[in-house]
């Protein structure tokens, strides 16, 4: 079991730039492949993208591609997720999570973080 947390996620202009950190438990840290989801309030969870154990390939969705980047710091046991030329309509409450499996959905992530709160002001 990992236990996730992120940080730092806040208020920020459109056309500003984030960087959410997730810290990780354990010391298997390289055997997760991490995803980044986000919500907003009366919707479902969607997919940000994702990166493999060793940060050799990423994903993303079609929404973000460009402008956001994910990587990982294995000694650090920590994934990143660095977001620019940020929209209002990336408002929203960030997840990191970890998992063993090979699909993209929030299925296939077996643990969570609690979420980062980003505001994107127009």
């Known amino acids: 079991q990992v236990q996730l947390v992120e940080s730092g996620g806040g208020l920020v202009e459109a056309g500003g730039s984030l960087r959410l950190s997730c810290a990780a438990s354990?010391?298997?840290?390289?055997?997760?492949?991490m995803g980044w989801f986000r919500q907003t309030p009366g919707k479902d969870r969607e997919v940000v993208g994702g990166?493999?154990?060793?940060?050799?390939?990423?994903y993303y969705a079609d929404s973000v591609k460009g402008r956001f980047t994910i990587s990982r710091d294995n000694a650090k046991n920590t994934v990143y997720l660095q977001m620019n030329s940020l929209k209002p309509e990336g408002t929203a409450v960030y997840y990191c999570?970890?998992?063993?499996?090979?699909?993209?959905?929030?299925?296939?992530?077996?643990?969570w973080g609690q979420g980062t709160q980003v505001t994107v002001s127009s």
């Open positions: 999570a970890a998992g063993l499996q090979i699909g993209v959905g929030e299925g296939d992530f077996a643990y």
């Open positions: 990166i493999s154990r060793f940060g050799s390939t990423t």
């Open positions: 354990g010391r298997t840290f390289s055997n997760y492949r």
